[in-house]
Structures are given as structure tokens and as C-alpha cells.
């Protein structure tokens, strides 16, 4: 039989199989109630995958931080565009969030996931350094990290630097902070403390950044 009959005839593995490459066609929604930390943090995030994945991941702010304002916009957003359907995060922190509990038990009732910091980001962050310190309030653990930062990198820390994924990533191992972050929710749900309103400190931006990586990340 000639070649290019042969080659004509030939069919996709992923048809012959049965089986629907989506690898490269999911997206993520991420909606935050930050107008600078989280968003400048995942936009830097966003910079470090290769230049073909980064239009896969979408930021935007929710000005404000209610259960019915966060969560009506993810879905308006998603059926606005329904290619964003299948990863939708919303990134929250607990520092003054009144409906913190609310929030997340109404997001996985809608299929929504929250990547949550208790008290703040801040928590997460610290977490590229050492492992995850006790600090009961945002101003505590913002306070802490300034001097950690500073320590670790020689470089003031702001809540408004651009760069900041980019720096903690450079002078910190983001492995390890994936490891103290499960390592510190394993340790509250030993305890018996599986509330995230309580579970102080503690975060779940791990998990957002790992989901990310594995879907997003073609290297």
C-alpha cells in the first residue's frame, strides 16, 4: 500500500483510544478580594510558566469579600466563559472575613475551591523559609515575615512588591513550603480542629499552586 494512503488512514491515539486530550485546554479562574499581595503573587506566578501556558490562568478582583459577592462572581465570570468551568478558585485570606467558614462551605457546595490563609497570606508565604510559626493575628504574622524577609533575602519586604512570587521562589524552596503547608493542616486535623476559621495558622494556597503546576505548567 502506498504511504500516503497509509498515513491517511492513520487515526489519533487519543480517538483510537477513547480517551480526550484536555491537558492543554484547562484554564483557571482565580477570584480575590486583594487588590495588591495575592493578585501581584499570582500574576508573578503566572510569568514563571513557560509563555504558551500563561494565558491559562485568570486573576480577578471581587471588591468585596461577602459569601454572595464572591461566589456569584466566580460563577457569573464561568458562565461567561465556560472554558474557565473546571478550575475555579477563589484565593481569601481570614484576617476580618466575618463569613470565613460560610464562604468555603458554600464554594465546594458550588464546585468552587478555596485556597484560604489563616490569618493572612503572609502564613504562606513564610512558609518558602521555615516551617509555619504560630502568629494568632494578620498584623502579628505580617509583622513576623517582614523580619524573615528581610533576613532571608536582605530586601525590605512591601505588600505591594510586584516581584514578590519571584523572590520567594529565589531565595526560598516552594517544595518545602508545599510539604510545611500539609504538614501544619495534618497537625490542626490531629488535634481535632478541622474549621479553617480556627485553624490558626494555616493556609491552602498550596494546593492551588500545586493544581496549577500539574495542569498548567508544560516544562
Not at 485556597?115 to 504574622?141: D, G, L, M, R, V
Request: proline share 4%; aromatic share 8%; charged share 30%.
Amino acid at each position: 500500500m502506498p504511504r500516503e494512503i497509509r498515513n491517511a488512514k492513520r487515526i489519533p491515539r487519543d480517538v483510537r483510544t477513547g480517551r480526550l486530550n484536555t491537558r492543554n485546554t484547562e484554564y483557571f479562574l482565580i477570584v480575590t478580594d486583594a487588590k495588591q499581595t495575592e493578585q501581584n503573587y499570582i500574576k508573578v506566578f503566572q510569568k514563571s510558566l513557560p509563555q504558551n501556558a500563561q494565558h491559562r490562568i485568570s486573576i480577578k478582583v471581587c471588591q468585596e469579600n461577602s459569601q454572595n459577592k464572591l461566589i456569584g462572581e466566580c460563577k457569573r465570570l464561568a458562565n461567561i466563559d465556560p472554558k474557565y468551568q473546571r478550575h475555579i478558585w477563589i484565593l481569601l485570606d481570614r484576617d476580618e472575613v466575618p463569613v470565613f467558614d460560610k464562604i468555603i462551605t458554600e464554594a465546594k457546595k458550588n464546585d468552587i475551591k478555596v485556597a484560604w490563609s489563616n490569618p493572612c497570606i503572609e502564613i504562606w508565604f513564610s512558609a518558602y523559609f521555615e516551617n509555619i510559626k504560630t502568629h494568632t493575628s494578620a498584623e502579628q504574622a505580617t509583622d513576623a515575615f517582614k523580619e524573615l524577609f528581610k533576613q532571608m533575602t536582605n530586601i525590605p519586604y512591601r505588600k505591594n512588591d510586584d516581584e514578590i512570587y519571584k523572590r520567594l521562589t529565589q531565595f526560598g524552596d516552594e517544595t518545602k513550603a508545599i510539604m510545611r503547608a500539609e504538614q501544619k493542616r495534618k497537625e490542626h486535623n490531629s488535634a481535632g480542629i478541622k474549621k479553617p476559621s480556627i485553624m490558626v495558622p494555616a493556609t491552602t494556597v498550596d494546593e492551588l499552586i500545586s493544581e496549577m503546576r500539574n495542569v498548567v505548567d508544560d516544562k
